[in-house]
Structure formats: structure tokens, C-alpha cells
């Protein structure tokens, strides 16, 4: 199964990975947009943690059995049947954030509405996702990675 | 004769079901079920009443769910005893289930102290579906509740009743709301926000009567406190908290102390019969023994492990310990483990900003996470939760902990590398 592998020695925290993940998650899916004119403003799902020198991106590690999904209170988080991956319909999230209180990387976000998280989906429908497409550094990687 | 009978079909049945179905395809599945509502979240029933959930958004799984899992089910219906010689559940009604492998998943029930007139029309509980569709055809404008207890379930259901514009008054027996939950400074926070909703909170007392109605006595009027205050109202909720259904187990030799008795594997002391979620005594990994916990994601989890067990995968039960996230008027909380510390053992480290609603907290012992509390800034509450359950010694890195900048790039790369994989 691929994932997304986090290389802290390249990271160079230019935060890019944020910004191509916000506009991928927009309405528009352009980038001035995005930033300026959509209400609410989406949230980048990837977030570079910085403690120079270091720094890399975090974002969903779509676990084998994720905690997340046994923890969800009210169903919304839920591993797909066809992929494998860790879905989220936020129509049914209730907002409780017990999925953040038991993510081992704190990688789930709260949502810039405060009513329900934000998850990395690894971009359905790109070849490749956004953050790791646009990473100037190679610093994210989108690789097979055995469990 | 059904290989698995599953009595309960909540957040624990659900889970022992999609584990069975994991490595056993075929054994024949049986869930009881006193409810006739498809499989719903529990801990919703307060945004249902509040009007910011339908039926719809609240289904814990879909409506397929039984038949996608070929498991007979046997809803409207309740389990009423249990013959352990000839191995079967016995229904009301009469019918008997055999079974190999059993689970009690049969929960908790509301604890209904004895007040005087708590009989009359408009006293309610509050723990399940029905419960809030009864309270919600009395819901009204202007008309007033008095909930009694300030706990979890108390200030949910209050939550609710304000935002449907009713008055509300809680009434408290200790000295604060959420007492066993929170710390104080953080009861504080939630105190506050509430009371500048419209709540009123009394604590210290509690209600000693139920007063009717000067027109129509068998109707909620008002209530009287301890120190005979009367508070008028149209209803009243009893929120004081759950105890396990154990009825079932009555007068087998199925261990019992105030919940069913299960070891790292969910199993009682009876082979091949399981028990998991608010009816069981499981492992706390920061007790580091058993407790009963009423916690929705504690039973689904203690349900999984039971189905793996049930159907031969022997799997340890990690443990789960009281694990609270809030969000009451919009103010995000997360709280683990021991929060109020009054022994010295303990070692806590605080940063409070009160302006901006913020406070973190974590308690340690000899450098271990034994509890924390996070108010506003809970993204990476999960790391410190990780560490906490894992028993890591944070010794070289706790002061970073409470920092503003605290993530995975503030651990030592070590750390990092083993416990998270981040980097490789």
C-alpha cells in the first residue's frame, strides 16, 4: 500500500506542501483564490511541524488498525473497503474530536468551521497528492510501504 | 445453535461483529438487541436533541450492516437469563439460543435515585435514542428543565436544552461540574461558558422532591433542594450516571463486582463467555488494574477484542482508561487519565493563558504520563496520549511537552524514529 514518508533531513520547511494541499482541498482550486476569496478558507490537511534545523510534514499515516476509526464516536471515520485507506464523511462527523484525542501523530486536524476534522485523503483522483507533487525537495515521498 | 451469540448490539456488539467477520466468515452470528432503531451513536443523542443531528447523520454504520455481516438478528427483544450447563440464552418470551462463544454487550442503565414524585410525567433520563425523542416532544420555548447531576451526560443534555432555548438549571450534589472528568481549572473554563449561555448551575445540593403541578399533580411542577430551595420547572432529566446491566448473569457463577469481570483477553471467568463495554470490569492501563469505564470508544474497542478472542485470534486487550473529548459550546477539550493530582507523587506541569482559553496540562509520575488536559490547542493532544498509554519515559523531553511549538519535531530523533516511523 503507498503512503506518504516524511524525509526530515530534506525538508527545507518551506511550507509549500501546505499551500498545494489547501488549494487541492478548495472549492476553486486555484490558489489566490483559495487564500482570498473562499469563505470559509480551507485548511491544508498536512502541517510542517518546525524545530530548527529540523522540520517535515505531517499528515495522516493511514494506519493498519487505526485508532482513529475504532475511537470515532459516531461512525464518520472509517476505513474504505475498496482502498484500505482511513475515510472521513464529515456529514457525519460530530465534531467530538475523540479521533484527535487517540491519534498517536497528531495528525487530525479541527477544521476551520470547529465542527468537524480535517483529514489528509491522499488526493483521490491525482496520481500523485498535492503536497508530495509540489515538495521542491523531494523531502515527501509517495511510496510503497510494507505494514 | 448459533457459534456466536453476541447479546447487545451497541458500540461493543458492533465491534466483537466486524472482528468475528474478519477472520471467520461463516460462523453463524446472533445479536440480541433490546432496540429496534438501526445501530446509532449513543454519544449523539444530545446533538439529536439539540436539533443539530438527524436520525440520519447519527447511524454508526449502515443499514446493511447486519445483513453485509450475515448476522442473525434478534431486535425488540431481550436476553433474560443464562443457563451456563446447557449453554443457552433464554429470551423473553421463552425462546432459548445455544450458543459456543457468548459476549454480554448489554451496557449500562441509568441510575434512577429514589426522590419523592420522581414518578410524575416529564421526569426523563437520558442515555438513550428513546429518551431524547421523549424529551424532545416536550421541548419548548421558554419552558424550563432542572437537570440533576453535572457530569458528562448532565451538561450534554443541558447543552442541548439551552441551544433549544429552554431555561436550564443543573443541579450539582459536589462543588463542581464535570468533577470527575476535569480538573478544576478546567471545570472552571466549561463553567463559565455555560453560565454566559442561560444555564444555571447549583452545586452542593440535591433534589430531594418533584413537585407536581398546581393543576395537574402526575406533571412536573418544580423541585425542591436539600436545603429547601424550590426551583419551578416542567421537567426534569436524572443524569447522575450509569450503572452495568448485569441482570443476565444473576445467580450464574459468572464473576461479578459491580460489573462483570474480564482479563486482557475480555473473557469472564467462565470459558468461552465474554463481556466487554459499560456492563464489565476491564483493564485501565494507567490503574494498571480494572475499573468500570462507560466510555463509547472503550466498549467498541473491548467488543473487537472479544470477537478476535471469541473466534480463536487470541489478541490482548490494550486497555483503556477515563478518556473524555469535549466540545461543549464550541470550547475543544481533551482530558485523560488522572487530572486532579492532590497526592505528592505527582509532578504537574501547567501553562494557562486564560485569555485566549487556553490551558494545558500534564501529571506525571517518576517521568510517566499519567494524565493530561488539553483546552483550545488540542491538535496534538493524541502524541501526548500516545506516550501516556505506551508508558514512555519522558524525562529527557517533558518540559517541551506543554511548550506552543510541542509535535513530533520537538521529540529526540530517537524517539521519533522508533515510536513513529517518521522520517525512515
Not at chain 2, 453476541?6 to 471467520?24: L, P
Not at chain 2, 460462523?27 to 438487541?33: A, H, K, M, Y
Not at chain 2, 438513550?128 to 443534555?157: F, M
Request: charged share 25%; with cysteine.
Amino acid at each position: 500500500m503507498k503512503r506518504i514518508i516524511a524525509k526530515e533531513e530534506a525538508c527545507i520547511g518551506c511550507r509549500l506542501c501546505e499551500v498545494y494541499c489547501l488549494v487541492q482541498h478548495s472549492k476553486s482550486k486555484d490558489i489566490i483564490k483559495a487564500y482570498k476569496r473562499e469563505n470559509p478558507r480551507p485548511l491544508s490537511r498536512v502541517r510542517v511541524e518546525e524545530n530548527r534545523p529540523f522540520s517535515f510534514g505531517v499528515q495522516r499515516r493511514h494506519c493498519e488498525d487505526p485508532p482513529c476509526v475504532i475511537a470515532c464516536l459516531s461512525g464518520a471515520m472509517q476505513i474504505d473497503e475498496e482502498n484500505g485507506l482511513v475515510m472521513h464523511d464529515a456529514e457525519k462527523c460530530m465534531g467530538c474530536w475523540t479521533c484527535i484525542m487517540v491519534c498517536p501523530y497528531g495528525a487530525i486536524r479541527m477544521d476551520i468551521s470547529g465542527k468537524v476534522v480535517a483529514k489528509c485523503d491522499l488526493c483521490p483522483g491525482l496520481d500523485v497528492p498535492a503536497c508530495v507533487a509540489n515538495c521542491p525537495n523531494e523531502a515527501l515521498m509517495y511510496q510503497e510501504v510494507t505494514p | 445453535m448459533s457459534k456466536y451469540v453476541i447479546v447487545g448490539g451497541s458500540a461493543g456488539g458492533i465491534g466483537a461483529v466486524e472482528a468475528i467477520r474478519e477472520v471467520d466468515p461463516v460462523g453463524t452470528i446472533t445479536v440480541i438487541s433490546e432496540e429496534t432503531f438501526p445501530q446509532y451513536s449513543r454519544p449523539m443523542i444530545a446533538d439529536y436533541l439539540s436539533g443539530e443531528a438527524a436520525l440520519e447523520r447519527m447511524k454508526y454504520r449502515d443499514d446493511h450492516f447486519w445483513e453485509k455481516n450475515r448476522v442473525q438478528t434478534l431486535t425488540g427483544r431481550r436476553a433474560v437469563s443464562l443457563d451456563l450447563d446447557e449453554r443457552c440464552v433464554e429470551l423473553d418470551g421463552g425462546d432459548k439460543i445455544s450458543f459456543e462463544k457468548l459476549l454480554i454487550a448489554t451496557g449500562g442503565k441509568p441510575i434512577i435515585p429514589k426522590i419523592e414524585g420522581g414518578d410524575k410525567d416529564g421526569v426523563f433520563t437520558f442515555t438513550d435514542l428513546s429518551n431524547a425523542e421523549g424529551l424532545a416532544a416536550e421541548l419548548e420555548k421558554g419552558k424550563r428543565a432542572v437537570v440533576i447531576g453535572g457530569g458528562l451526560i448532565g451538561v450534554s443534555v443541558a447543552e442541548a436544552l439551552v441551544k433549544r432555548e429552554m431555561k436550564v438549571t443543573i443541579v450539582e450534589l459536589k462543588d463542581r461540574i464535570l468533577n470527575l472528568i476535569l480538573d478544576a481549572a478546567t471545570s472552571d473554563i466549561v463553567e463559565k461558558v455555560i453560565r454566559e449561555a442561560g444555564v444555571s448551575i447549583v452545586t452542593g445540593r440535591t433534589v430531594q422532591r418533584v413537585l407536581g403541578r398546581r393543576d395537574d399533580d402526575n406533571a412536573v411542577g418544580g423541585v425542591v433542594l436539600a436545603n429547601d430551595e424550590e426551583i419551578p420547572c416542567d421537567l426534569v432529566v436524572i443524569a447522575i450516571g450509569v450503572v452495568p446491566r448485569t441482570e443476565l448473569i444473576v445467580g450464574t457463577e459468572v464473576k461479578v463486582k459491580r460489573g462483570i469481570i474480564v482479563d486482557r483477553f475480555m473473557r469472564t471467568n467462565v470459558p468461552d463467555v465474554y463481556a466487554c463495554g459499560d456492563v464489565a470490569e476491564a483493564y485501565d492501563f494507567v490503574l494498571d488494574g480494572n475499573r468500570l469505564l462507560p466510555l463509547w470508544p472503550v466498549a467498541h474497542l473491548g467488543g473487537r477484542v472479544a470477537g478476535y478472542n471469541m473466534v480463536g485470534k487470541k489478541t490482548e486487550y490494550q486497555g483503556g482508561t477515563v478518556m473524555s473529548a469535549l466540545k461543549y459550546f464550541d470550547i475543544p477539550i481533551i482530558s485523560a487519565g488522572i487530572t486532579t493530582s492532590e497526592s505528592d507523587s505527582y509532578e504537574v506541569l501547567i501553562d494557562h493563558r486564560p485569555e485566549r482559553k487556553l490551558y494545558k496540562k500534564i501529571v506525571l509520575k517518576n517521568n510517566v504520563i499519567v494524565g493530561m488536559t488539553f483546552v483550545g490547542d488540542i491538535e496534538k493532544a493524541g502524541i501526548i496520549f500516545h506516550f501516556m498509554k505506551n508508558r514512555v519515559n519522558v524525562r529527557e523531553f517533558k518540559q517541551g511537552l506543554i511548550s506552543e511549538n510541542f509535535g513530533l519535531v520537538t521529540l529526540p530523533a530517537s524517539l521519533r524514529k522508533k515510536l513513529f516511523m517518521v522520517g525512515n
